[in-house]
């Protein structure tokens, strides 16, 4: 399955690309993006689609500057429930734990990691995954200019960094750059970094308190759960399993048991970057493993199981994922 972005985060560049006159029903609608889906919670964004989304609004803005745009206050709802964990926290320092620790609320298309740089330094590494185009810098920009934001707002003061270290090269107008982040900027780095003073971190947060930060990360780690068990491509999976043996599922049927429209499945599953086609044929290759990797099961047995209609098609099947035939997998596979 292709990673995703929470809605949450998508209304915050939704915002600033309408502040900016765009056409955001257009956009969305040209990138494949319901606007239904912002006002349901659990909804999420394919991570390739927001990137197309920053190429387009650029293009239609004819504004290479859009992701340092001045951004509307940030709130924690920004950041999907993983904000108030955040702003409870009693430190900065603690806070951005919160975020490593959670940020799969927010996109599992982001990793940031937390390194001590000296005795004064404290970088912010943030790298955004992409399964098949350049991420745009446009959307690294915006997101670490909402993190600044989101983290002045939360300390109660003018939080100002280091410098700002950018893997690409410099902009034609780096002063709008120093202006939107003000601190120093580098360019043609070796990674997108935000270098904090590593004091700064240890100050209490205005709104700390550890009765709410306990409440908070609980609440974090019951959304993950929740938000495991409630991806459309999740329950998708349990039923594809479930019915294979009955041959191989419809999505028509699949859809009506989740008291779903076939397209409207087809448009929830596509919010999650996968297929109906998609999900069957991996959740197909994922069990052959398994059976294969066993020796009770012979190939008739295995190809009922995995709902195919004859052993041919399963034999090709197997030669598609794992270059070779099923007997050959499985005698490779034990002779090891």
């Keep these: 399955m292709g990673k995703t972005t929470s809605m949450a985060w998508i209304k915050g560049i939704a915002a600033l690309l309408s502040d900016q006159g765009l056409d955001v029903p257009a956009l969305f609608s040209e990138v494949g993006i319901a606007m239904t889906d912002m006002d349901d919670s659990d909804a999420r964004c394919a991570s390739e689609k927001i990137s197309h989304l920053w190429e387009l609004a650029v293009t239609r803005s004819g504004n290479p500057e859009l992701g340092i745009t001045k951004l509307r206050r940030i709130q924690p709802a920004t950041f999907d429930v993983l904000g108030y964990a955040m702003m409870s926290s009693p430190d900065l320092r603690v806070s951005l734990e919160c975020l490593v620790r959670y940020l799969r609320i927010v996109s599992d298309a982001i990793t940031v990691r937390l390194s001590e740089e000296s005795d004064n330094e404290f970088a912010v590494d943030l790298h955004i995954l992409s399964e098949t185009q350049a991420v745009p810098r446009q959307r690294v920009e915006f997101d670490f200019l909402t993190l600044m934001s989101f983290l002045r707002w939360i300390s109660g003061d003018e939080l100002t960094p280091l410098r700002m270290e950018f893997s690409y090269p410099p902009p034609d107008c780096p002063q709008k750059y120093y202006a939107a982040f003000g601190c120093p900027l580098q360019f043609s780095m070796p990674r997108n970094r935000l270098i904090l003073v590593s004091s700064d971190l240890l100050l209490p947060l205005p709104a700390c308190n550890s009765e709410l ?124």
């Design 213 to 336: 930060s306990k409440f908070h990360s609980q609440f974090a780690v019951h959304h993950i759960k929740r938000m495991d068990e409630q991806q459309i491509s999740f329950r998708v999976q349990e039923l594809i399993i479930s019915r294979l043996p009955g041959g191989e599922p419809r999505r028509e049927d699949i859809a009506g048991a989740l008291c779903l429209g076939p397209r409207t499945l087809q448009r929830r599953l596509q919010g999650e970057g996968t297929s109906f086609l998609s999900l069957l044929d991996e959740t197909r290759c994922e069990l052959a493993r398994q059976y294969l990797e066993q020796r009770r099961l012979s190939v008739g047995e295995m190809t009922y199981m995995l709902g195919f209609a004859d052993q041919g098609t399963f034999f090709r099947s197997c030669k598609r994922w794992f270059g070779v035939s099923p007997k050959t997998y499985r005698t490779h596979h034990h002779s090891q």
